[in-house]
C-alpha cells in the first residue's frame, strides 16, 4: 500500500512563496499520475493541481493559474507544489494524492496523503 507523506507547509505573509513536497513510498510511483488538492474549514475538498505519469500533462485549478507550479522527480518519487504570491484564500490543509490514470492529471485519484496546513496571513 502507498504512503504519501506531505511536507513544506507552514505561516506565511501574504505575496509569500512556499513549496510543498510529497515522498511516495513504493517502486511505481512513476506509474501514476499525481496530484495536489486542498481544503479550507467549512469548505470542500478541491483540486489545486496535477500532473501525468511524465511530467508532459498538468492541469491547474483557476484559483493556482499564473501562481503555482507542480512538478515532479521520478528517480525520488517526489511530486512538488510551488506556490507563489499566496494568498489569505489560500490558507487550506493541501493534499497530495495518487492516481493510476497515469496520462491524465485530474481524474481517478484514489490515495491520499495526510495532509500539511497552510496559513496566509493578511
Known amino acids: 500500500q502507498v504512503q504519501l507523506v506531505e511536507s513544506g507547509g507552514g505561516l506565511v505573509q501574504a505575496g509569500g512563496s512556499l513549496r510543498l513536497s510529497c515522498a511516495a513510498s513504493?517502486?511505481?510511483?512513476?506509474?501514476?499520475?499525481m496530484g495536489w488538492f486542498r481544503q479550507a474549514p467549512g469548505k470542500e475538498r478541491e483540486f489545486v493541481a496535477g500532473i501525468s505519469w511524465s511530467g508532459a500533462s498538468t492541469a491547474y485549478a483557476d484559483s493556482a493559474k499564473g501562481r503555482f507550479t507542480i512538478s515532479r522527480d521520478n528517480a525520488k518519487n517526489t511530486v512538488y507544489l510551488q506556490m507563489n504570491d499566496l494568498q489569505p484564500e489560500d490558507t487550506a490543509v493541501y493534499y497530495c494524492?495518487?492516481?493510476?490514470?497515469?496520462?491524465?492529471?485530474?481524474?481517478?485519484?484514489?490515495?491520499w496523503g495526510q495532509g500539511t496546513q497552510v496559513t496566509v496571513s493578511s
Open positions: 513504493g517502486r511505481t510511483f512513476s506509474s501514476y499520475a
Open positions: 494524492a495518487r492516481s493510476p490514470m497515469s496520462n491524465t492529471p485530474v481524474a481517478g485519484f484514489d490515495s
